[in-house]
Every structure is written in C-alpha cells, then in structure tokens.
Nanobody
Framework: QVQLVESGGGLVQAGGSLSLSCAAS????????MGWYRQAPGKQREMVAT???????DYADSVKGRFTISRDNAKNAVSLQMNSLKPEDTAVYYC?????????WGQGTQVTVSS
C-alpha cells in the first residue's frame, strides 16, 4: 500500500504563490501517472495537473499558465507550484498516484486564497 503525504498548503492572498509537495512512502519510479486534484466545498473533485512517467504533463484549463507540476523520482516526490492564485483556487488539494489499475490518494492539504 503506497502512502502519500501532502504538505505546503495554507492561507495566501490573491495573486500570491504556494508550493505543494507530495511525498510517497516508496519509489514512484513504477508509477505510471501522478497528479494533483482538488475539491472545493459543495463541488466534485477535479483534476488540476498530472504528470506521466515520461514527464508528459496535463493541466486543467483553469490553471494553465499559473500552475506547474513536477516529478522527482529520486526523491519519491511530486510537487505543484501555484502562482497567481485566485480565490476560486480555494480547495483541499489531493495527491494521487497510479500504478497499473491501482490508485492511491493522499489525505489532502487545504489551500485557501483570500480576496
């Protein structure tokens, strides 16, 4: 069972930046995809950004040009750099890893952007 632990959330003013990190309990080299998802109150969980084993990235339209996902296999970690944050980015952010048919989720970290 892979464990994922997110960190780096917090409160920031609109226009500010935050960097989220996700540490895995074992090597992520074999993970096919890793990504960040978010869930705002009263809304469904949505994809924010994903990165494949080969480094191909995908972003939600709402965060393109503002967020950057990166993956460090040597450190068993994936990060999300968030710039130009908006109040609508407020949500609990979750790290996800996929290995074959298995999906693993972290517990989430709260990001709050004040206007």
């Amino acid at each position: 069972q892979v464990q994922l632990v997110e960190s780096g959330g917090g409160l920031v003013q609109a226009g500010g930046s935050l960097s989220l990190s996700c540490a895995a309990s074992e090597s992520i080299f074999s993970m096919s995809d890793m990504g960040w998802y978010r869930q705002a109150p009263g809304k469904q969980r949505e994809m924010v950004a994903t990165i494949s084993a080969g480094g191909t990235t995908d972003y939600a339209d709402s965060v393109k040009g503002r967020f950057t996902i990166s993956r460090d296999n040597a450190k068993n970690a994936v990060s999300l750099q968030m710039n130009s944050l908006k109040p609508e980015d407020t949500a609990v952010y979750y790290c996800k890893a996929r290995r074959g048919v298995y999906h693993y989720w972290g517990q989430g970290t709260q990001v709050t952007v004040s206007s």
